[in-house]
C-alpha cells in the first residue's frame, strides 16, 4: 500500500565527492544506458493525519459509548479495530505510551524535532481524561485493547497487593523519563511487550514476556495497564480529576456488589462507613505523620537515586563506550569491542570523547536527583492517600484506576431492566439465571 | 439555625468538590500550557521522522543484518550504477582470494546469492541487488568500499521499515550512521548529487 | 456443548505450547545464527583459500552451500506460516475459553463478603512501606558494593604505580649505563636470541643477533648497536666484500635484516615482489609476488622515475615481513616465504609515487598513508591484515616514513608529515601530541634521540621537540634535508642535503657545530653505528664520520649508486646499489 508512491533517481548527477572512484568510469561502446532503479518512499503523512482522525474518532465513540449506551459491545468493538489497526497494520509507532519519551526529549533539547502528530497523539488521551476519564485506555490503545479481547475471567489479586503494585509504573515512568532526557534510550519503546506479537517478530525475550502478560490477561484483567504501563499511571492523574464520572446506571445503586466482582481492575469501591474501629486521634497523628514524611521521603528517593547517576549513565551509548575504551586501554589483552574497534578505525578523539562523556554524566546527575524525587513523592504521597478514611454510601467507580471497559454496565441489575422494559426477551431470561 | 445545620452538612463534600475543582483546573492548566510550548516547537522545523543510514559513515559492521525488529532486516544493498566500476573482479561480488572467477559456491560473497551480474560488453558487468534475497549483512558493502569503487551501499528500505519510534539498529550502531531524515531525503543515495 | 468447549480449549492449548517452542527455537536461529554462515562452512571456504585446486573440497562446499540455502529458506517460510497458525489458535482459544465460561460469567463467584477497605487500606499502607523500604535497601547495598570495588581499584592501581616506578629506575640505570643505541636495538635482539635458541638449525653460520627491522635500523631510529664495521672495502677488488647479488627488479628501498635474512623489494609495470637474501651467502632464498590482489590496479600508476614502484621498504617482526608497493597492494609473508595475507588499501593518489616505508611493533603494521585523497595512518594485525585502528587528520600529502620512539618512558609512534610532527599511542592511535611546524613536500623521516624528537625538511626547518610534552626546544634553519633523514646521538644531530652540505647540529641548542661542504647530493640517510656516522652520497661515495665530533674520518668511491640507506648488523653492513646488493665483512 505505501508503494504507491515512489521516488525516481535523477539519471544526470554529478558524482558524490566522498566516493572513492578507484576504478575510473566505464567507457561504454555498446550503447549501454545506466538502469533506472527506483526505491519505494515511505509512508506518507496521509497515514499520520488517518491515526490521528481515528484517535480523537474512536475515543470519542468511546465515550458515547460508555456514558449514553453504557454498551460493552461497542467498546469491545472499538478493541478490536485498534488491535487491527494501531496494533497490527500500523504495527504499534507511534503509540501514546512511547511518545512520553518523544515529549521529555524534545522538551529538554532544542535538536529534537518533535513531529506534530507525535504531540498530539500524547495530548489528545490527556484531554480526554481530564474531562471523560481513561478513555483511551479503553478501547483505543491497541495494547490495552488487546488485553481486554484476550480476558475471559478475573481472577483479582488482594487489594492490598495490587495497591501497591501500582508503585511499578510510577518507577518505570521515572525512568523513562531519565534515559529520554539524557537521550540514551527509549525504555518503553526497548521494552513494549506486545510490538513483537503485533510486528509477528522481534527481540525473544521481551515477545516471551508479551505472550506470559497475555496468557496471565486470560485469567487477570490487563495485567500490563494495572502494573507496567507508565502512560496509565500519567492518565490516572487526570482522570482522577475528570469532569465527568461514569456511572454504571443512571437508576441509582441497589447495593448489589455485582459490578464490584465483575470490575478486571478493581476500580469499583464497594459503599464504606466513614468511621473504623481504630481511634481518630490515632488516624489524624497517622495523617499528620505522613504528610510531615512526604519532602523526607522525596529527599530520600531524590538522593537514592541520584547517588546512581553514573552507573545509571552506562546506558547512554557514549558512556559505555568511553567504559569500553578505558577498558580496554586497561586491559589491552582482552578481544575489542565492535564499539572500541570503530571508535579507533574512524580516529575517534579520546578526549572529544571525554568533554561529551562528561557533559552527559553531569545530565544524569540533574535528572537522576529529579526523577528520584519524583519516585519519592509518589510513594509518600500514595502512603498519605492511603491513610485517608473516606466513606461513601454507595458504590462508586474510582476514575484513576477504571478503564472504562464496560463489564460493570452489563451486570448491574439496574440496566438489565432497563433493556427489559425497552426491548427483548432474551435479557428476561438472563435476569432470571442471575437472580 | 436550620441554614447552619444544612450548611454544615454540606460542607466537606463542598470542600472536596473545591479541591477537586482547583486540582483539575492545575492539571488542565499544566496540560495547556505544555501542549503550547511544545506545539511552537513542533512546528518549528521540517519533520525528520524516518530512519536512514548514512553510507558515507557505514562502518559495515553487520549489525543492521542481526539488530532490525524484523525478521529479514528492512535494511538492504544499493547500488549506484553511476559510481561502480562495472569490473569483473568485483569486491563485492567475489569473496577475497578467489581463485576463479565463477559463480562457485566457495568464490561468492553474498551468503544469500542476492546480486547477480549481466555481461555488458568486454570487460564490464552490470551488477543487480535482488531486494528480496538480500539480508543486509553488508558484506558485499565492505568487498565493495575496500576494493572498489564503494558504489554498493547500505540502505533502510522506507517500505519494509517500521519506522520505530527508536530504531534498534540506530541504538547499537558503532559509527552513529543511522540518524532521522525528512520525506525529502528519506535515501541517502550515493549516485545523488 | 461447555465440555466440548472446554476439550476444544485444552487441545488447542497443547498445540499452540508445542508451536510455540518450534517456533521460539527456529526465530533464535533465524535471529542469532544466520544459517548461511555456519562455522562449517566458513571453514571449508577458508581451507578452500588457503589450499591449492581441491575439486572434492569444492564440490563439498557447493552441495553444503545449497543444503543451508534451501534450508533457510524453507524456514524463513516455516516461521511465516506457524506465525499466522498461532495467531490463529490463538483466537480459538479465546473463543472458546469465552464461550466456556459464558454461563458462569454472569454469576458471583461466591457470597458477597464485602471488603474491609480501611483492612486493605492499611495493609496496603504496610506493603508499600516494606517494599519501598527493600528498594531502597538494596540501592544502598549496591551503593556498599561499588564503594568497596573502588577500594580494590585504588589498592591494584597503587600497587601498578609502584611497580611502574620500579621499572621506570631500571631504565634510568640501563640508559645511564649503555648507550642510547644500545637500549632502542635491546627489544630487537632479545627476540632474535629467543628465536636462536628455539629452532636448532644445523647451519655452520649462526643467525644474527643484531636486526635491523626497518628502514634504517630497529625502529627506524637511524641507529644500530652493531659494532666492527669496516670503514673501507672496495667492490671492483673483493676487499672486504662478504657477497654481492643482482637484484631481479629495480627498487630504492633500504635492505631489512633480521635473523639470517635479508629483505628487499622490486617493481616494474609486469610484477612487484618481495625478494628474502641470506645474509652469510648472499643467495635469493625465495621471491613473493604480489598478484591477485582484490582492487589492485590493472595499470601502474604514474610516479616519478626518482621515487618507482618500490620505493617503501619492507618491515618485519622476526615473524612476519610485510612491504608495501605504489600500488598501495600490501603483502605479508612468513620467514619461510609463505604468503600470509595482501590487501589493497587502495591506489595511493600521489604524483610522485608512493613511498613511506613501513613500521612494525609487534603485531602491528603501521603504515604512513598520507596520500592527495585520504590521508591516513592506518595500523593492521600482522597476522590477518585487519586493520586494529586508523587515524584520519587533515594532514596533507608526504613521503616521509613513521619511526617508533621512547617518549617519557612509554613507547610511541612519531609521524612527521605535513604540517606537523605527531606522537601517537601505538596501542590505538589516540593522538599524544601534534606540533604544526611543516610545511611543503616533506620527504626526510624524524628521529629520535634522548626522549627528543628532530625533524627537518627543506621545505620547512629543522624542529627539536620534547617528546615528553611535545614543547618546541629548538628550531633551525641552517641546513635542511630534502629526501635524506636526520639521524642523532644525545649530543649531535646530523643532516645531509641534497646540495652537498652535510653537517651536525648541537641537539640541545640547535646551533651548527660543524658543517662540511662535499658538493654532492645526497639521498639516502646517516646512520649512527658504533660511534661512527655511516652516510653515502647518491654517487656511490662513503662518508664516515666521528658520532662525537662530526670528523670526517675517512672517505672513498664505491662504483656504484646508492639512494638506499645499508642496513647494519653484527660486524656486517648490507648496501642496496642502483643494481645490486652487497654485503661489507672485515
Known amino acids: ?435 | 439555625m436550620e441554614k447552619k445545620d444544612k450548611d454544615q452538612l454540606k460542607s466537606p463534600m463542598d470542600r472536596r468538590d473545591f479541591l477537586r475543582t482547583c486540582s483539575a483546573f492545575v492539571a488542565g492548566g499544566v496540560a495547556v500550557a505544555s501542549g503550547g510550548l511544545l506545539a511552537a516547537k513542533a512546528s518549528a522545523k521540517e519533520g525528520e521522522v524516518f530512519w536512514q543510514i548514512d553510507p558515507y559513515k557505514c562502518t559495515q559492521c553487520g549489525r543492521c543484518e542481526t539488530d532490525c525488529v524484523l525478521t529479514v532486516s528492512a535494511v538492504k544493498c544499493f547500488h549506484a550504477n553511476k559510481v561502480c566500476g562495472y569490473c569483473d573482479l568485483c569486491g563485492g561480488y567475489y569473496r577475497p582470494n578467489v581463485k576463479e572467477l565463477n559463480t562457485a559456491a566457495e568464490n561468492m560473497m553474498c551468503p544469500t546469492g542476492a546480486i547477480t551480474r549481466e555481461f555488458v560488453e568486454e570487460p564490464y558487468f552490470e551488477y543487480t541487488i535482488d531486494e528480496d534475497l538480500c539480508t543486509g549483512c553488508g558484506k558485499c558493502v565492505k568487498g565493495c568500499t575496500s576494493f572498489g569503487n564503494g558504489s554498493l551501499f547500505l540502505q533502510i528500505d522506507q517500505e519494509k521499515c517500521q519506522q520505530c519510534n527508536e530504531c534498534a539498529i540506530a541504538r547499537v550502531c558503532p559509527s552513529d550512521a543511522i540518524q532521522r531524515v525528512s520525506n525529502a531525503h528519506a535515501y541517502k543515495l550515493k549516485d545523488h548529487a | 456443548m461447555r465440555k466440548l468447549y472446554r476439550n476444544i480449549a485444552i487441545v488447542t492449548t497443547v498445540f499452540m505450547l508445542a508451536l510455540t517452542v518450534m517456533l521460539g527455537v527456529s526465530y533464535y536461529q533465524m535471529q542469532q545464527v544466520s544459517p548461511l554462515e555456519t562455522g562449517v562452512m566458513e571453514t571449508l571456504k577458508s581451507l578452500n583459500e588457503t589450499n591449492g585446486e581441491n575439486e572434492s573440497l569444492q564440490q563439498q562446499i557447493r552441495e553444503l552451500d545449497l543444503l543451508s540455502r534451501k534450508a533457510y529458506f524453507v524456514k524463513e517460510g516455516q516461521l511465516k506460516v506457524g506465525i499466522y497458525l498461532l495467531l490463529g489458535m490463538a483466537l480459538v482459544l479465546v473463543v472458546c475459553l469465552n464461550l466456556y465460561y459464558r454461563e458462569t460469567k454472569n454469576l458471583p463467584e461466591k457470597e458477597f463478603d464485602p471488603i474491609d477497605e480501611w483492612m486493605a487500606k492499611s495493609r496496603a499502607r504496610k506493603y508499600l512501606g516494606w517494599a519501598a523500604a527493600v528498594v531502597a535497601l538494596l540501592v544502598i547495598g549496591f551503593v556498599g558494593v561499588q564503594q568497596l570495588d573502588v577500594k580494590g581499584l585504588l589498592a591494584r592501581f597503587s600497587e601498578e604505580g609502584a611497580l611502574a616506578e620500579v621499572q621506570d629506575e631500571g631504565e634510568n640505570s640501563e640508559m645511564s649505563s649503555e648507550g642510547l643505541a644500545e637500549k632502542v636495538d635491546t627489544l630487537g635482539t632479545d627476540s632474535v636470541k629467543g628465536e636462536a635458541a628455539d629452532s636448532a638449525e644445523v647451519d655452520d653460520m649462526p643467525e644474527l643477533k643484531i636486526a635491523s627491522r626497518a628502514f634504517r635500523g630497529n625502529n627506524a631510529s637511524a641507529t644500530s648497536a652493531a659494532r666492527g664495521i669496516a670503514t673501507s672495502w672496495n667492490l671492483s677488488a673483493k676487499k672486504n666484500i662478504l657477497w654481492q647479488s643482482s637484484i631481479p627488479k629495480h627498487g630504492y628501498n633500504s635492505p631489512v635484516i633480521t635473523g639470517r635474512n635479508v629483505f628487499i623489494t622490486g617493481a616494474d609495470a609486469k610484477a612487484r615482489e618481495l625478494y628474502c637474501y641470506d645474509v652469510w651467502t648472499g643467495e635469493l632464498k625465495w621471491t613473493v609476488k604480489a598478484d591477485g590482489i582484490a582492487g589492485s590496479p590493472s595499470s601502474m600508476p604514474k610516479v616519478n622515475a626518482d621515487t618507482g614502484l618500490a620505493a617503501s621498504t619492507v618491515a618485519t617482526n622476526g615473524e612476519e615481513v610485510c612491504a608495501i608497493f605504489a600500488t598501495g597492494d600490501v603483502i605479508c609473508a612468513d620467514m619461510e616465504g609463505k604468503r600470509l595475507w595482501a590487501k589493497n588499501i587502495g591506489q595511493p593518489d600521489n604524483h610522485y609515487g608512493y613511498s613511506s616505508s613501513l613500521l612494525m611493533y609487534g603485531n602491528t603494521l603501521i603504515i604512513q598513508y598520507q596520500n592527495n585523497s585520504n590521508a591516513q595512518i592506518l595500523a593492521l594485525n600482522t597476522k590477518n591484515g585487519n586493520t586494529a585502528w586508523s587515524k584520519r587528520g587533515n594532514d596533507k600529502i608526504s613521503w616521509s616514513s613513521p619511526i617508533i620512539a621512547t617518549l617519557g618512558g612509554k613507547t610511541a609512534l612519531v609521524v612527521m608529515g605535513n604540517p606537523a610532527i605527531a606522537a601517537y599511542n601505538i596501542g590505538n592511535g589516540s593522538e599524544l601530541w601534534r606540533v604544526e611546524c611543516m610545511s611543503g613536500e616533506v620527504g626526510s623521516s624524524p628521529t629520535c634521540a634522548g626522549g627528543v624528537v628532530f625533524g627537518a625538511s627543506e621545505y620547512a626547518k629543522c624542529v627539536a621537540i620534547d617528546g615528553a610534552t611535545g614543547e618546541v626546544l629548538w628550531e633551525a634553519s641552517d641546513y635542511l634535508p630534502e629526501c635524506s633523514s636526520l639521524a642523532a646521538t644525545k649530543d649531535l644531530v646530523f643532516c645531509a642535503t641534497s646540495y652537498g652540505m652535510v653537517c651536525a647540529y648541537d641537539a640541545k641548542t640547535g646551533e651548527v657545530k660543524k658543517e662540511h661542504d662535499l658538493t654532492t647530493p645526497f639521498y639516502s640517510s646517516p646512520v649512527v653505528v658504533d660511534g661512527k656516522v655511516y652516510l653515502f652520497s647518491n654517487s656511490g661515495k662513503v662518508y664516515i664520520f666521528s658520532a662525537s665530533t662530526f670528523d670526517l674520518i675517512t672517505s672513498f668511491d664505491t662504483g656504484e649508486k646508492t639512494f638506499a640507506t645499508p642496513a647494519f648488523t653484527d660486524g656486517m653492513m648490507i648496501v642496496r646499489t642502483d643494481k645490486s646488493l652487497y654485503c661489507v665483512k672485515k
Not at chain 1, 55 to 69: D, E, N, S, T
Not at chain 1, 278 to 295: C, H, Q, S, T, Y
Not at chain 1, 337 to 353: N, R
Request: with cysteine; proline share 4%; glycine share 6%.
Open chain 1, 1 to 435: 500500500m505505501r508503494k504507491t508512491l515512489t521516488i525516481l533517481i535523477g539519471i544526470i548527477y554529478s558524482f558524490q565527492a566522498f566516493a572513492v572512484a578507484r576504478f575510473p568510469k566505464p567507457d561504454f561502446t555498446s550503447g549501454y544506458q545506466y538502469p533506472n532503479i527506483v526505491h519505494s518512499a515511505p509512508y506518507e503523512l496521509f497515514w499520520n493525519i488517518l491515526d490521528v482522525v481515528l484517535l480523537v474518532g474512536m475515543m470519542g465513540l468511546v465515550v458515547w459509548a460508555a456514558y449514553r449506551k453504557r454498551s460493552r459491545t461497542i467498546i469491545l468493538s472499538m478493541s478490536l479495530v485498534s488491535v487491527l489497526y494501531f496494533g497490527f497494520f500500523r504495527s504499534g509507532c507511534v503509540c501514546s505510551v512511547g511518545s512520553i519519551q518523544n515529549v521529555v526529549t524534545a522538551a529538554v533539547s532544542s535538536d529534537y524535532h518533535l513531529p506534530w502528530y507525535v504531540l498530539l497523539v500524547f495530548l489528545l488521551p490527556i484531554v480526554f481524561a481530564l474531562l471523560f476519564g481513561r478513555v483511551f485506555c479503553s478501547g483505543v490503545c491497541p495494547l490495552g485493547a488487546l488485553q481486554e479481547l484476550v480476558n475471559v475471567r478475573n481472577f483479582r489479586l488482594s487489594r492490598a497487593v495490587s495497591a501497591t503494585l501500582t508503585m511499578i509504573p510510577w518507577v518505570y515512568l521515572a525512568f523513562t523519563i531519565l534515559y529520554a532526557a539524557t537521550r540514551s534510550q527509549f525504555l518503553i519503546c526497548r521494552l513494549d511487550p506486545f510490538i513483537g506479537i503485533f510486528r509477528l517478530g522481534g527481540d525473544l525475550g521481551v515477545m516471551s514476556f508479551g505472550i506470559v502478560l497475555l496468557v496471565m490477561s486470560l485469567f487477570i484483567g490487563r495485567p500490563f495497564c494495572q502494573f507496567l504501563c507508565p502512560y496509565g499511571a500519567l492518565l490516572s492523574v487526570f482522570s482522577a480529576l475528570s469532569w465527568k464520572k461514569l456511572e454504571m446506571t443512571d437508576k441509582g445503586c441497589i447495593n448489589c456488589a455485582l459490578c464490584s466482582v465483575s470490575c478486571p481492575v478493581d476500580a469499583i469501591r464497594p459503599p464504606q462507613d466513614s468511621k473504623t474501629n481504630e481511634e481518630r486521634k490515632k488516624g489524624v497523628k497517622r495523617i499528620i505523620l505522613f504528610a510531615l514524611l512526604l519532602p523526607v521521603f522525596t529527599l530520600a528517593g531524590s538522593v537514592l537515586v541520584g547517588s546512581q547517576s553514573d552507573a545509571l549513565s552506562l546506558a547512554h551509548k557514549d558512556v559505555y563506550l568511553y567504559e569500553m575504551l578505558l577498558r580496554q586501554e586497561a586491559q589491552p589483552e582482552l578481544e575489542e569491542p565492535l564499539e572500541v574497534e570503530t571508535f579507533h578505525a574512524l580516529g575517534g578523539d579520546m578526549e572529544e570523547l571525554k568533554a561529551k562523556v562528561d557533559g552527559i554524566r553531569s545530565d544524569y546527575s540533574f535528572y537522576a536527583y529529579l526523577v528520584g524525587a519524583l519516585i519519592g513523592f509518589v510513594i509518600g504521597f500514595k502512603l498519605l492517600k492511603l491513610s485517608l478514611k473516606r466513606g461513601r454510601k454507595t458504590y462508586e467507580i474510582d476514575m484513576a484506576r477504571c478503564t472504562l471497559c464496560g463489564k460493570c454496565f452489563n451486570y448491574c441489575p439496574q440496566n438489565q431492566s432497563t433493556r427489559y422494559t425497552i426491548s427483548n426477551r432474551k435479557t428476561i431470561k438472563n435476569e432470571k439465571t442471575i437472580s
